[in-house]
């Protein structure tokens, strides 16, 4: 059963602390990216990773940190630098080809709805 | 100007219309365009993606492309209440990074 899988669905952060959100993709899919979403808004890019062990910022970077040590991995780590975390987050993944075709289509995790206390 | 727009709406059709959805861009080396949906607390949903110039149809969905007036559409025929959605305009950018560009989304409420 393939997807992209992101957990834990709902993670309350108290001041202060860091918290990690996990992405794990079994598509074989060599760029994944991950966004987030406030109400009422579209996606803004924080990070994106087109081949394991390299990454590069994205709209909304600060305050954020990733890895990506594995090509079926990209966590997303939320700082406390990041003073206003609530938001959701969505994973996403592609495969990378040339020619514009339906291989660029992005496909989503189902997120993770985060919430500072 | 934003790179991606969108009228935010609601766009309130009667079950059963047309609804037509637009999306405008700045970036004119674009080449892929993306149309997503997305429930209320869920994430976005893939519908069609177009990158040549004209129609794409699908079902009830049909997406249409002007690169000369920089404008992609979404028209939904025999509109349901089960459309009633956030739909989201996305575009590859012409840097060849993979990163898509998104609009704010365009709420559909189909009224039965």
């Known amino acids: 059963d393939g997807g992209i899988t992101q957990s834990p669905k709902y993670l309350f952060r108290k001041e202060g602390q860091n918290v990690t959100l996990s992405c794990e993709q079994n598509l074989n899919h060599d760029a994944m990216y991950w966004y987030r979403q406030d109400p009422g808004q579209g996606l803004r890019l924080i990070y994106y990773?087109?081949?394991?062990?390299?990454?590069q910022k994205g709209d909304i970077a600060e305050g954020y940190s990733v890895s990506r040590e594995k090509k079926e991995s990209f966590p997303l780590t939320v700082t406390s630098a990041q003073k206003n975390p609530t938001a959701f987050y969505l994973c996403?993944?592609?495969?990378?080809?040339?020619?514009?075709?339906?291989?660029?289509?992005?496909?989503f995790g189902p997120g993770t709805r985060l919430t500072v206390l | 100007q934003k790179e991606v727009e969108q009228n935010s709406g609601p766009l309130s059709v009667p079950e059963g219309a047309i609804a037509s959805l637009n999306c405008t861009y700045s970036d004119r080396g674009s080449q892929s365009f993306f149309w997503y949906r997305q429930y209320s607390g869920k994430s976005p949903e893939l519908i069609m993606f177009i990158y040549s110039n004209g129609d794409k149809e699908d079902g009830r969905f049909t997406a249409q492309l002007n690169k000369a007036s920089q404008y992609v559409s979404l028209l939904i025929r025999d509109s349901q209440p089960s459309d009633s959605a956030t739909y989201l305009c996305a575009l590859l950018g012409s840097s060849n990074t993979g990163k898509l560009i998104f609009g704010q989304g365009t709420t559909l409420q189909v009224k039965p």
């Open positions: 996403a993944s592609s495969i990378l080809g040339g020619p514009p075709t339906s291989t660029d289509t992005q496909y």
């Open positions: 990773s087109q081949i394991v062990n390299d990454f």
